[in-house]
């Protein structure tokens, strides 16, 4: 019943500034917990952060210091705010949610958004 589509995703120079955004529809999104992650190609996903439900926020090491989480729960979206993207940044990234467990763990969360394309260039 959760649907998520991710947008925002682009082509960046080094030091610039992306922010990622995802929908969710379907049920009740305000109370979803909702994640963030990305996947280079031939690396694996990893994650980058994630908003609960009451707007705590716990960030992966990828994902401190440059990158922000936050949550509009009036437009059932959460966005990631990305600056001073750097090339190993260059990901696709991916949204996720959750009902129940939330972790930074692909296998526990359930629904997925299809992703968007980050590319930062030197």
């Known amino acids: 019943q959760v649907h998520l589509v991710e947008s925002g995703g682009g082509s960046v120079q080094t030091g610039g500034s992306l922010r990622l955004s995802c929908a969710a529809s379907?049920?009740?999104?305000?109370?979803?917990?909702m994640a963030w992650f990305r996947q280079a190609p031939g690396k694996e996903r990893e994650g980058v952060g994630i908003i609960y439900s009451g707007g705590m926020t716990d960030y992966a090491d990828s994902g401190k210091g440059r990158f922000t989480i936050s949550r509009d729960n009036a437009k059932n979206t959460s966005y990631l705010q990305m600056n001073s993207l750097k090339p190993e940044d260059t990901a696709m990234y991916y949204c996720?949610?959750?009902?129940?467990?939330?972790?930074?763990?692909?296998?526990?969360?359930?629904?997925w958004g299809q992703g968007t394309q980050v590319t930062v260039s030197s």
């Open positions: 996720a949610a959750e009902t129940r467990r939330c972790a930074l763990v692909p296998a526990w969360l359930r629904y």
């Open positions: 379907g049920d009740d999104p305000s109370t979803y917990c």
